[in-house]
Every structure is written in C-alpha cells, then in structure tokens.
C-alpha cells in the first residue's frame, strides 16, 4: 500500500510533534519551516502532567522528564517577599497524576528532533496554502521548491497563521491582550531561592530553575502595543521590578541587555468555527493562541498533535471526512475554555488598581491556608487530562 503522505507548515513545538505522532503511525511526513534554522526562543517552557501524558503516548516523556528541573516547592509571593500562598510538588504530582517540570525551550526542540528522521524538516522552506483539498482530490502547497500535494496538511505556523486566515477569511483574528512579557535565562543566584511567581499591580515576575545550573525568569506587565523601552528592556525591568525581593535583583544584575526577549501578548479570544476544512488541520498556536497566563500553550500544541495522529490513524486509508471532524469535536471545546480561563487568570495577575491588590492578596492568602490543594484547583480538568490513546511501550 502507498504510504500516505503528511506536510506539516511550521517547525515549532506543536508543528515538530505532530511529525513526530504522525511518522510512529506510518506517515511519510515532511515538515516545512520558513526560518532559516530551528533555534528556538532562550526560555524555559512548563509542561505540565497533561502534555507529559501526550508524549509518553509517542516515546518522549520520560526523555522530557529526565532532561527537566522538577518544581519544587515554592509558591506565589508578594512584591515585598511575603509569601501569599506556598504550591507543594508532591500535592501538584497526586492530584494531577504527575510533576510540573520545566525545561529550556532548546532541549525540548532537541528531544522532538532527534526523533525525526534526518531531512525531515526543511528549513528556510516558506509553505503557502494553495488548495486545502477535499475527499477526493489532495491538499496543495506552495512551496520554494515547487507545490507538493499532501494527503494531510498539518498547520502549524503559530500565532500569525496564514493557513488559518486562508481557511476562515471572515474569521477577526488575532487581538491585543492589554500586555507586555519579558523573559530571559541566566546562571542561577549564588543565594538559594524557592521558585516563585510574584504578584504586584499590574505586573508579575517569575523565577523558575532549569535543569542545567541556569534559571528562567519570566515577567509581565500591562502596556499598550508596541512599545519598548527608551534605553533597553533590562533597563526597563529594573525600573519595575528591581526594588522586588530576592532573587529578582540579583538575576536582574546578572542580565545581558541583548538577551531579554520581549514579546506582546496577542491571543484569540474568539474561537474559529473549526480546527480543520478539506484536508488541513490547524493546530497550536495557529488554532487557539492563548495569553501565557497558565502557561499551557505549548502544553496543548502537544496535546493537538497526539489527538489528531490518533484521529488521522483510524481505517485502513485516510478518511478526511472522518477524521479531522472527530479532531474538532475533540479539541475545540477544550482550547476554547482554556483560552477564556487564560484570559480571565491573566486579568487577574494584572489588576493594578490598590483595593484590588490588596483584595486579591488577601483572599489568594485565606485560599491557600486551607492547604495547597485550593491552590492548585485551577488546573483542575486542564493538568489532568489523558490521551485518548495508551502510552508507548519502551523500545
Ligand atoms: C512569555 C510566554 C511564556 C510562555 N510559557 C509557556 C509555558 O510555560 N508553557 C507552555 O505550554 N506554553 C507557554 N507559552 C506558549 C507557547 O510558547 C506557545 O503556545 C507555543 O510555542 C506554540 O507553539 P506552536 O508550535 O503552535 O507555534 P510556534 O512555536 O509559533 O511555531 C510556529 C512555526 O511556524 C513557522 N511558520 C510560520 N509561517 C510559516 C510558513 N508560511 N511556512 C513555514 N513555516 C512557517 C514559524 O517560523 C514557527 O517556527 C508561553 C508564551 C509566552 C509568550
């Protein structure tokens, strides 16, 4: 029998899993990337126990696992230090099956890679839609080196899709979040520091440790579009957060100017009538950008990728008719509540108004003195989720 053949557009942590679920299930798969190489963002990235079960699904969990910093114990605090509520590692791993861990972004492109066969993917290879296909006739690509047909197109070319405005024109797209993130990674403080996420008005700041002797470090304030600082952004992280607690200075003074990334937050509050029309699957950021305020962007990239594979796997043949209906029907209720609790939970670490704070500090505190568990509720139904398909067995 012919093997089916899968392009996947975008070559980032949802597009490289897809090609990585999709190839175990014996497609002949070719990722196309626009970028001229693979390096991804210099930050961390959580995984929560949702998209580590999505992985175990294709061989790489326990890879992700290995290569992670666990989260210990740690907790939100206040700008001053104050702890407001402490998250307790083994309480998150009961309830939600497994750990949260936290890996750079490179190691996580590094573990999905080399699961691809060498020439995989292409790079500084801009794909366009030029047919999305249908039952009968292939999806078409057009590509630098001529078009390609594909039995399925996997769209996965992020936040600014083309694919998806191609596929839902009337669609309002992508909209202003009301905030700025900054993120950067540098050798961990000489003292010792609990992980932390830190509440002030309007801004946050996290500190998170990887695996390697470094840490990440993530912020975020409200601020209009588009703006950036006069100086340089370290210079601008000092002036909101450099009078914080331990260990935000001493990372700050450890910052290289031309090392913080700052990114406008943009998401898609309205969610698309589907994830799929004719044979091309939208997945990611691409189907359902969401504000980072849960950090389970990626986490659902993830999940995308393993549940369309499962879906594009049943029956002899591809049946797109089949298969990428049932992937909506599985996916987009999901995304869509979690996009709206991202946005609701981002509100809320951006109140900024005093009697707001002070509000939010006290109740986050009566919260957590009834135990950890309150803490952690709001990732009840997202952390716990489970594949619809049973992890791999070791090689
Ligand atoms: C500050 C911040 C912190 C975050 N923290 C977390 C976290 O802790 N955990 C988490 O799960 N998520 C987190 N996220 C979200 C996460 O980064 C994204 O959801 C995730 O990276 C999306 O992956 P993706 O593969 O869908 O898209 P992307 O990573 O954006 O990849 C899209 C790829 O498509 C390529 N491309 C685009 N157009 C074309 C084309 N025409 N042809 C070929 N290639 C194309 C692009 O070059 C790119 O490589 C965070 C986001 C932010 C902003």
């Known amino acids: 029998m012919e093997q089916r053949r899968a392009v996947v557009v975008g070559a980032g942590i949802g597009g490289l899993t897809a090609a990585v679920a999709l190839l175990r299930d014996g497609w002949q798969v ?29 061989g790489l969990g326990d890879r992700v696992r290995e290569l992670a910093a666990w989260q210990g114990d740690g907790g939100m605090r206040a700008p001053d230090g104050r702890w407001l509520a402490r998250t307790d590692a083994k309480a998150a791993a009961a309830r939600f099956g497994g750990p949260l861990v936290l890996l750079h972004r490179a190691t996580l492109v590094e573990i999905l890679t080399s699961a691809l066969p060498e020439g995989t993917v292409r790079t500084g290879a801009a794909a366009t839609l030029a047919d999305p296909g249908d039952d009968h006739r292939p ?3 057009t590509t ?19 694919i998806r405005h191609a596929l839902f024109p009337e669609h309002p797209g992508t909209r202003y979040a009301g905030c700025t993130t900054w993120r950067v990674v540098v050798p961990a403080p000489a003292r010792p520091f609990a992980p932390h996420e830190t509440w002030g008005a309007g801004r946050l700041w996290g500190t998170q440790p990887l695996k390697d002797g470094r840490v990440y470090a993530y912020a975020m304030a409200a601020a209009p579009a588009g703006g950036r600082a006069p100086d340089d952004e370290r210079a601008e992280l000092l002036r909101l957060f450099g009078d914080w607690h331990h260990p935000v200075p001493e990372i700050l003074a450890a910052v290289d100017p031309g090392q913080v990334l700052r990114h406008d937050v943009h998401h ?23 504000m980072p305020s849960l950090g389970q962007g990626g986490n659902q990239a993830i999940e995308d990728a393993v549940v369309l594979a499962h879906h594009a796997r049943s029956g002899p043949g591809f049946d797109p008719a089949g298969a990428l209906p049932a992937y ?3 996916r987009l209720p999901r995304t869509t509540a979690i996009v709206r609790k991202a946005a ?13 704070v002070a509000l939010r500090s006290a109740l986050v505190g009566a919260v957590s003195r009834f135990g950890p568990g309150l803490v952690l509720r709001g990732f009840d139904g997202i952390a716990d989720w489970r594949p619809p398909v049973a992890p791999a067995r070791p090689a």
Not at 32 to 45: F, N, Q, S, T, Y
Not at 144 to 162: F, M, N, Y
Not at 344 to 356: D, M, N, Q
């Open 139 to 141: 999806a078409r690509l």
């Open 268 to 290: 898609l509050p309205d969610p698309l009538p589907a994830f799929h029309r004719g044979r091309v699957a939208l997945l990611g950021d691409a189907a359902h950008a969401m």
């Open 328 to 330: 909506t029907a599985d």
């Open 344 to 356: 609701r939970t981002g509100a809320v670490t951006l109140l900024s108004a005093r009697p707001a």
């Open 144 to 162: 630098p080196e001529g078009e390609i047909e594909a039995e399925l197109v996997v769209a996965a070319d992020g936040i600014r899709s083309a």
């Open 30 to 58: 070719t990722v196309l990337e626009r970028a001229a190489d693979l390096a991804p963002v210099g930050a961390g990235i959580g995984l929560a126990p949702n998209s580590q079960r999505a992985l175990d699904v294709i």
